[in-house]
Nanobody, 127 residues
């Protein structure tokens, strides 16, 4: 069983930055691909970014490409999401997720790929 805890959300003005963190319990974090998703009120959960187990491969939604960066520290059991040039449309609850089944590539864009989810952290971007 893996527990994921997100932190770093908050209120920021448009154009600002935030860094989200997601820390995992357990010794197998380094073997998991990790993803970030978000859900705005009244909308479906959508893919934001993902990273392979070793951090070499990263994937981004078109809406955040060039503004967000996903990274991980397997030594610290933590995955990060650096969010720059934030826009009001980035406002959502952000969730991190872990894929324990060894799936990668295009599978990482789908929320059904992930086995474990955090509780979410609110990000609000004011205009």
């Amino acid at each position: 069983q893996v527990q994921l805890v997100e932190s770093g959300g908050g209120l920021v003005q448009a154009g600002g930055s935030l860094r989200l963190s997601c820390t995992a319990s357990g010794r197998t974090f380094s073997s998991y691909a990790m993803g970030w998703f978000r859900q705005a009120p009244g909308k479906e959960r959508e893919f934001v970014a993902a990273t392979s187990w070793n951090g070499i491969s990263t994937y981004y939604a078109d809406s955040v490409k060039g503004r967000f960066t996903i990274s991980r520290s397997n030594a610290e059991n933590t995955v990060y999401l650096q969010m720059n040039s934030l826009k009001p449309e980035d406002t959502a609850v952000y969730y991190c997720a872990a894929n324990s089944r060894g799936l990668g590539g295009s599978y990482l864009y789908a929320f059904k790929t992930y086995d474990y989810w955090g509780q979410g952290t609110q990000v609000t971007v004011s205009s």
